[in-house]
């Protein structure tokens, strides 16, 4: 399979950006699978999964999230696990088919501490022969610097929605916070894993300058989750108008258009999803997901179903370091 270095922009418009969007919904999944398959292996998908090793009592006020200290979501706080029992979930998670381990804390930023703690775990779940990632909130330099040291692959720390709508979300955190971690992070040589939710009242506009965002940095994000809002009782997004699932989908397919090369994530929200809307999600270009029951707090479809959701689409779990066919991104 041939690459065309020309499909790798990072100069996208808004204008264009919502004329992809309006797209008639053939026409865009048609582009979106055509740009996919000059990347991937189309009927591969990675698969990664996810541990919360320090749930609750974050200071953030994140409207759609269940592990703020601010909200009453029956949700128990709980303090940072042991080395020992991150690196046995690891180990069962490799066995389930995961190639990738991700770690996610509820900080608005770790102490120095307790970026050593986590460093043991990266250690740790390397030894598996497994890819880590870890989500920490906001880190200094020497931080960061020390992650890499660990051996760190991939960082997440998620954008969420735009520039614009940012602020109906979150008070706490300013939106260049966020960009300034992703530099740090970029800067130390480790991967990024950033993407958004939608479903939380934004705008089409919103979703497309959040892709815009993404798409528009010196490099594009290796790892791009698109999460659906899981409307949680007790945050201030519950009861928020549900969203289109041709929305959601629309959304993915554009960002594999505008992100060839990334990995486009199939992120929270997949337990309130039917197989056949899963399906066209792969269609439209996803070709990752999260594996496993839970995501951090909120829950997740079952490993087995996933593996007999892949089995009727002949899709193959896929392996350490699936990367795109081919990397031009400059």
């Known amino acids: 399979m041939s690459a065309n270095p020309e499909r790798i922009r990072h100069n996208w418009h808004l204008d264009e950006v919502l004329a992809l969007f309006a797209l008639p919904f ?8 055509t740009v996919h398959r000059q990347y991937f292996d189309p009927n591969e998908v990675q698969v990664s999964s996810l541990l919360s090793i320090k ?3 974050c200071s953030e006020d994140c409207g759609y999230c269940p592990q703020s200290a601010r909200y009453d979501t029956g949700l128990k706080a709980e303090p940072m696990m042991c080395v020992e029992d991150v690196i046995a979930a690891a180990q069962q998670a490799k066995s389930q088919g995961a190639s990738r381990f991700c770690m996610g804390a509820a900080w608005r930023r770790p102490k120095d501490k307790d970026v050593e703690k986590v460093v043991e775990m990266v250690q740790g779940v390397k030894a598996l022969g497994m890819e880590t990632c870890v989500t920490l909130g906001m880190l200094t330099d020497e931080q960061t610097a020390k992650l890499k040291e660990g051996g760190l692959d991939y960082y997440n720390h998620n954008l969420d929605t735009s520039e614009e709508f940012y602020s109906e979300i979150i008070t706490t955190r300013t939106y260049q916070d966020r960009l300034d971690t992703l530099t740090r992070v970029r800067d130390a040589g480790i991967n990024v894993c950033c993407g958004g939710i939608v479903g939380m009242g934004e705008s089409d506009q919103d979703r497309a300058n959040l892709l815009i965002e993404l798409a528009n940095m010196p490099k594009h ?4 989750p698109v999460n659906m809002l899981v409307q949680v009782e007790g945050t201030p997004l519950m009861g928020a108008e549900e969203l289109d699932p041709f929305m959601f989908i629309r959304t993915l397919a554009v960002a594999r258009i505008m992100m060839p090369q990334s990995r486009v994530r199939l992120s929270a929200g997949r337990n309130n999803m039917s197989d056949e809307m899963q399906a066209l999600c792969f269609l439209a270009g996803a070709n990752s997901i999260f594996y496993g029951e839970k995501l951090l707090t909120t829950d997740n479809p079952l490993t087995n179903q996933d593996k007999v959701l892949f089995e009727r689409l002949g899709v193959n779990m896929g392996g350490l370091q699936s990367t795109a066919m081919h990397r031009n991104d400059s």
């Open 26 to 33: 053939n026409d865009l999944i048609y582009q979106a699978q």
């Open 55 to 57: 749930t609750g009592a």
């Open 221 to 224: 994000p290796e790892s791009v």
